[in-house]
């Protein structure tokens, strides 16, 4: 799990949390192709078949075409994997995004995490894999698709 206040080095934080066998990674700050490639790790991370992973961008501010990709990518993984996944934004530009790109059917709701967590139980946190924190300070490589 990352620290919040690494957001303004890094553009990108990632909150992992588990309850009731879901996963749930909140982003905080900005995705874009600088980051994107960590993330799709990180969420590589804590699927699972039969699992659930809940995507939590109401916290991010923003998000660019490549951010885009991975979340079309990811749905299209969790189709054909077995697993859930749902994304959840707030109103604004990262909602907006989504829909200019012609991919707002990829979101689930604006309450979803706000449904997850009035549930019996508290989102414990999980830590993320130790090979992101020791290439965390590293450039990360990006590939074109």
């Given amino acids: 799990m990352q620290h919040p206040n690494r957001v303004r080095k890094e553009g ?15 982003l905080l700050g900005e995705l874009d192709r600088s980051n ?3 993330l799709e790790r ?8 039969d699992g659930a992973v809940v995507l939590d961008l109401r916290d991010l501010a923003s998000i660019d075409a490549w951010g885009l990709s991975l979340m ?3 749905a299209r993984r969790a189709r054909s994997g077995a697993w859930q996944l749902s ?3 707030g109103d604004g530009a990262v909602r907006d995004a989504f829909e200019s790109a012609g991919i707002g059917h990829l979101l689930s709701g604006p309450h979803l995490s706000d449904l997850l967590d009035a549930g ?5 946190p999980v830590a993320l894999s130790p090979f992101l924190r020791q290439r965390a300070g590293q450039p990360l490589a ?4």
């Fill in 12 to 26: 990108l934080s990632v909150l992992a949390s588990r309850r009731n066998g879901i996963d749930r990674l909140s």
């Fill in 36 to 38: 994107v490639r960590r």
């Fill in 42 to 49: 990180e969420l590589r991370g804590v699927v699972h078949p």
């Fill in 72 to 74: 079309e990518r990811a």
């Fill in 87 to 89: 994304i959840t934004t």
């Fill in 120 to 124: 019996d139980g508290d989102w414990s």
């Fill in 142 to 145: 990006v590939e074109a698709r």
